[in-house]
């Protein structure tokens, strides 16, 4: 009767072990799936058409996950990983492209407006935060180091740097994320 108790939860074990890796290999394979939308995206957006009719390619800035595609250069100093930074924000659900039917949040106005949003309500402030004491996702965070007052920006990553493989409101689990922001500020003292 041990033997076969014992067999029992050896077998329950290991299946409970091999259906959490089979999860995990899916969670990561989604993650690259993610990963290679954004590179598209990236690729796709950053030659853009100049006033002239000339063509200009945007810089890309890589960290640890977070891709910014920087769309109006700033001035100054730039953001450090203990520095303060305030800036106004839009954020998108990304499957591959960005749209006013996918936009979750936004503390811009002219985003709200141009979404088809209730502005009445206001709380179109600008979002200010020192990176010391922020709880920011690391996609999020990642993604703003180094920017300037006055860039413009789009910051992607996967829900790997998001928020995984858990639903927060209406962002669905295993959702990549797109920012876009335009910073006001950066102090680093």
Same mark, same amino acid.
């Given at each position: ?5 014992? &067999?029992?939860?050896?077998?329950? /074990? ?27 995206? &990236? ?54 492209? /960005? ?37 920011? &996702? ?8 180094? /920017? ?42």
């Amino acid at each position: 009767m041990k033997t076969y108790r014992a &067999i029992t939860i050896a077998v329950l /074990v290991t299946a409970l072990l091999a259906g959490m890796s089979c999860t995990k290999n899916q969670l990561e394979t989604t993650y690259n799936k993610q990963e290679d939308q954004i590179d598209q995206y &990236i690729t796709k957006n950053m030659v853009v058409k100049t006033e002239d009719g000339g063509t200009d390619t945007l810089r890309v800035v890589r960290n640890g996950g977070s891709n910014r595609l920087v769309l109006k250069e700033g001035t100054g100093d730039e953001l450090a990983a203990d520095g303060y930074v305030s800036f106004y924000y839009a954020g998108y659900s990304f499957s591959g492209s /960005v749209s006013a039917a996918n936009m979750f949040t936004t503390n811009r106005q002219a985003s709200a407006e141009e979404a088809g949003w209730n502005t009445e309500e206001g709380g179109f402030e600008i979002y200010e935060i020192n990176f010391k004491d922020s709880g920011f &996702i690391e996609g999020l965070q990642k993604g703003l180091i180094g /920017v300037r007052a006055g860039e413009e920006c789009e910051i992607l990553f996967s829900a790997k740097y998001g928020f995984g493989n858990k639903a927060l409101g209406i962002i669905p689990a295993k959702t990549a994320l797109l920012y876009r922001i335009w910073v006001v500020g950066v102090t680093n003292d």
